[in-house]
């Protein structure tokens, strides 16, 4: 392998690095309280379906039911979201976003907007060749990776 392919797949790792601790990063996303990204994802699953339940949500979330509840109680106690059991069923807890974690939503999506945009604008400014060149091997890529995680 030549010198500038090895730097190439050195930039790919790095920049794979680099994003995943950038998202990783607690933020306070507008309100007094860190949220980790796990609890911002809860918030903005239960915002999109108020009233949702714990087995919908880590349904919704392709996460286990036994970890939901943690996430639950930290987000109570920082005032983000309550809940409430249902009319005429009281084995179902349902839960939403107080004032609190509509604001925390609102602010992960601005920062997502910000974010995404700076990233939009580099791949906006490809020629329609290089895009396609570019997105082609990024989906060979993650193709690649995927059949490496099956192989383990």
């Known amino acids: 392998m030549t010198e500038q392919r090895k730097e190439m797949l050195g930039s790919i790792f790095r920049l794979s690095k680099n994003f995943f601790e950038t998202m990783k990063q607690p933020n306070k996303f507008g ?5 980790y990204s796990s609890e ?3 918030l903005e699953m239960i915002g999109k379906y108020p009233g949702i339940t ?3 949500l880590a349904d919704r979330q392709g996460i286990s039911k036994s970890a939901l509840p943690k996430i ?8 983000l979201i309550y809940r409430y059991q249902e ?8 839960l ?4 609190k974690g509509r604001i925390a939503v609102q602010h992960h999506f601005e920062f997502h907007e910000t ?3 700076g990233i939009m604008k580099k791949i906006n400014s490809l020629a329609p060749e290089e895009y396609l060149f570019l997105n082609d091997i990024l989906q060979e890529l993650e193709q690649y ?3 490496m995680k099956q192989q383990e």
């Open 31 to 35: 309100t007094d309280s860190l949220l």
């Open 40 to 42: 911002i994802h809860t």
């Open 54 to 56: 714990v087995t919908e």
């Open 72 to 79: 639950v109680h930290k987000l109570i106690q920082k005032n």
């Open 87 to 94: 009319t005429g069923n009281k084995k179902n807890i349902l």
């Open 96 to 99: 939403e976003l107080t004032d």
């Open 115 to 117: 974010f995404d945009s």
């Open 145 to 147: 990776i995927d059949h």
